[in-house]
């Protein structure tokens, strides 16, 4: 992808990344730097209702913007290792003098590079993969394509989660939940779009989610208070997306 004219504002405690006027790349609430402010980066970490913990040792992020996802997972989850694709340069400066991004490499590796060429040449796995990245035009281009889907795949431990964040009031958003489908033989689960238009793509090629209703429930409550993180007005969303049999949600 092209690199973006990157413009930073602040407005009523929140500070915003945009690399155009339509689109918001990223915000972070000034007096919470490590929440996660916008919506749908908290749809993108609903992967932790669905796998027992200690998980992820391992995740993998396609793109940095403000760093939100990052810094959750790097502040709430201690154990884990984080890596992060980021095509432009200028991102990851950004993120870290305005947006509080950790500088610990041993934890927080930041590699400079297209996600797509990156997941493609294969190599180490991930228990969690979250792909979130777009141009100005809010364009995926090869982040949304049927080799890099079943390249994600791939890279994914047995245990392993892809979540993908997908513009849900695009015109290419039924054509993208059909790669998707494909990539991961028809186990994939889409939330339906929360109130910005972004609807959240979760996937597996490894072991079965199985997970009942009511331990989604239970399982958010336990996040929300350990880590302020409130999944739980998602989960009557999550009833609408067909894909809970039985009162439990299977991928």
């Not at 396609?62 to 996802?69: D, K, R, Y």
Request: aromatic fraction near 8%; charged fraction near 25%.
């Amino acid at each position: 992808m092209a690199k973006n004219q990157i413009d930073i504002s602040e407005e009523a405690g929140i500070r915003y990344l945009n690399f155009s006027e339509r689109f918001i790349q990223g915000a972070m609430r000034i007096q919470r730097p490590n929440a996660l402010e916008l919506a749908y980066t908290r749809e993108m970490m609903a992967g932790l209702l669905m796998r027992d913990a200690p998980w992820p040792r391992e995740a993998l992020l396609v793109g940095l913007g403000a760093g939100s996802l990052a810094k959750f997972i790097y502040h709430e989850f201690p154990e884990t290792r984080i890596t992060v694709i980021e095509i432009d340069p200028q991102v990851e400066i950004i993120a870290r003098l305005h947006f509080n991004l950790p500088d610990d490499p041993h934890r927080l590796r930041i590699i400079i590079g297209d996600g797509a060429d990156f997941m493609l040449a294969g190599g180490k796995s991930f228990d969690y993969i979250l792909i979130d990245g777009f141009d100005k035009n809010g364009r995926a281009g090869t982040l949304d394509t049927l080799p890099f889907y079943q390249a994600c795949r791939s890279r994914l431990t047995h245990n392993g989660l892809m979540a993908v964040n997908l513009l849900g009031r695009s015109r290419g958003f039924v054509a993208s939940k059909e790669r998707i489908t494909d990539a991961f033989d028809g186990r994939a689960v889409v939330f339906p779009s929360c109130d910005s238009g972004n609807a959240i793509a979760f996937a597996t090629g490894g072991d079965t989610v199985d997970v009942a209703f009511d331990e989604l429930v239970n399982r958010a409550r336990t996040l929300r208070d350990k880590t302020g993180l409130n999944l739980l007005p998602t989960l009557p969303r999550l009833q609408t997306s067909g894909r809970l049999m039985m009162d439990c949600l299977v991928i």
